[in-house]
């Protein structure tokens, strides 16, 4: 398959902040978008305007980021501003853009590479426009969209209906339990000292290399703050003699983010279906009840533990604050009858997230194959 410059098939626009007097969020002027934070999963999201743009992208123009991260990529589906964490890569006559994006995402970490910088990384307009990619005829061009565009729309399909299982398990628990912030079916409430023994984790000492090893995981919030019920695996281990000195909880502990740079991500929570070790961000409650039923408490009542949060941009919930907070606790065989409708629930939902992980593989399969000529052959 023939390479050429990006430059050679593309315009590249990079952006400029504009006068900041011309911000706004009112709808004055086109979207502005200066970076990675304003990016959807195809297209980005509008959230800023500007009455007097400095440096405009069009419709179907890529949008890059330049400026940490390197590479990430969108489709302009309007006129809108760009500022300078942005560039706008405009196909020619030679290349499809929905073609230019698909195998721009497929090169980001090659792009990522020629990015420069100690504090963080951005790239430039020479190196990106000497990028080499993969430009076949346009009609192998609409091949590869169409296929790729097919199997990522069955990935979306996935996606959806694993949203929709969580929440299904949610919209349970409110029709069984009602809301915890308000107590609407009226069940008493209790302090989360009730529901279980609570334990809050700790890090053992870096200077002792020996407290870390290969015995037990250590979590920490990043396991907690993902789209799963359960944790997901650390990438830390404790040794023999940092278990000794650090927190071990059992199996269907649940642990809950306490300390956090953002208040947002208090009260996260999720299930440890192992024995884990943990850190100080981290409250743990070895339940009394169903776990599952109080898991789900956590993620229905997140603003009752938010609310224990100390004041200020970064959140933090003590142990003793921790223990205050009141959950409804109602009759024990509600609990486990709740328990068992979410076991079915996770239960379909593994069998979706194992369908979802095979259909993304056989779609980073596809990309390489069609950026390296292996998919379809030029007539």
Known sequence: MKLRKISDVCEIVMGQSPDSSSYNDNGDGVPFFQGKADFGELYPVKRMYCSK?????????????????????????????????????????????????????????????????STFKAISKAPLSSVEIPVPSLELQLKIVQTLDKVNGVIKKRQSQITALDELTQSLFLEMFGDPSTNSTQFGKKPLSQFGEIITGNTPSRKISEYYGNQIEWIKSDNINTPFHFLTQAKEYLSEKGMAKGRVVPKNSILVTCIAGSKSCIGNAAIADREVSFNQQINAIVPKGNPYFLYTQFLVGKNLVQAASTDGMKGLVSKGAFQKVEFIFPPIDLQNEFGEKFITIQGNKEKLL??????????????????????????
Do not use: H, W
């Open 354 to 379: 194992k369908s979802l992980n095979e259909i993304e593989s056989l779609y980073n399969s596809l990309m390489k194959k069609a950026f390296k000529g292996g998919l379809y052959q030029e007539q």
């Open 53 to 117: 743009p400095s440096k405009i992208a069009i419709k179907n123009d890529v949008l890059m980021s330049v400026r940490a991260p390197v590479g990430d990529v969108n489709i302009a589906i309007e006129e809108c501003c760009i500022g300078r964490g942005i560039a706008a890569i405009r196909a020619n006559e030679d290349i499809n853009f929905k073609y230019l994006f698909y195998v721009l995402n497929y090169m980001k970490e090659r792009i990522e590479n020629l990015g420069t910088g």
